[in-house]
T-cell receptor
């Protein structure tokens, strides 16, 4: 149980275009999802917390107009990188907290999306 | 705010040898503690977690960790490693009642050699 999927697994796009990344909890409901960014050989940096039915909470230094987050249902959150530039190239990972199973504070992570902006 | 320190960026070890990956944390409130493993180009998989109770926590793949409150540590151990344990290991903390936000350490690359 507790599987989180991400789509696409990798994407290459041209500078100036927008890219949408989906994060789904497959077998549980997630009222809260998190979006992280990971640079090569570095740790995960939390970008934002996504709450179902409300606005996302962004971490300091993360541009909310550039990284649009929508959490429209209890199993789906999307991250849209708008007007992508080469410096946005990174590994984006989402995680979800299981709201209903009493598993404490555990987050379950998706497999990640590799974004390359040319 | 909390922080996590993983003192070793890389740990080479021979197969079947024991290993310890160190993790220290700093927080002004009580915390939950986690170890995650990341294989190349993949997301993170939960190895084990400490929420409360017994300070010795056993996880998957034969790993265990011990919470030491006085030393603010949560070191990860395995008595005998396998080639397949080669991966990046991340220690993470979240503050109790802090909305589940995880703070990660910088990671330790475990490289198991024959």
């Amino acid at each position: 149980g507790a599987v989180v999927s991400q789509h696409p697994s990798r994407v290459i796009c041209k500078s100036g275009t927008s890219v949408k990344i989906e994060c789904r909890s497959l077998d549980f409901q997630a009222t809260t999802m998190f979006w992280y960014r990971q640079f090569p050989k570095q740790s995960l940096m939390l970008m934002a917390t996504s709450n179902e039915g409300s606005k996302a909470t962004y971490e300091q230094g993360v541009e909310k107009d550039k990284f649009l987050i929508n959490h429209a249902s209890l199993t789906l959150s999307t991250l849209t990188v708008t007007s992508a530039h080469p410096e946005d190239s990174s590994f984006y990972i989402c995680s979800a907290r299981d709201a209903g199973s009493g598993v404490g504070e555990t987050q379950y992570f998706g497999p990640g999306t590799r974004l390359l902006v040319l | 705010a909390q922080s996590v320190t993983q003192l070793d960026s890389q740990v080479p070890v021979f197969e079947e040898a024991p290993v310890e990956l160190r993790c220290n944390y700093s927080s002004s409130v009580s915390v939950y503690l986690f170890w995650y493993v990341q294989y190349p180009n993949q997301g993170l998989q939960l190895l084990l977690k400490y929420l409360s109770g017994s300070t010795l926590v056993k996880g998957i793949n034969g790993f265990e960790a011990e919470f030491n409150k006085s030393q603010t540590s949560f070191h990860l151990r395995k008595p005998s490693v396998h080639i397949s344990d080669t991966a990046e290991y991340f220690c993470a903390v979240s503050e109790q009642g802090g909305g589940n936000k995880l703070t990660f350490g910088t990671g330790t690359q475990l490289k198991v050699e024959l």
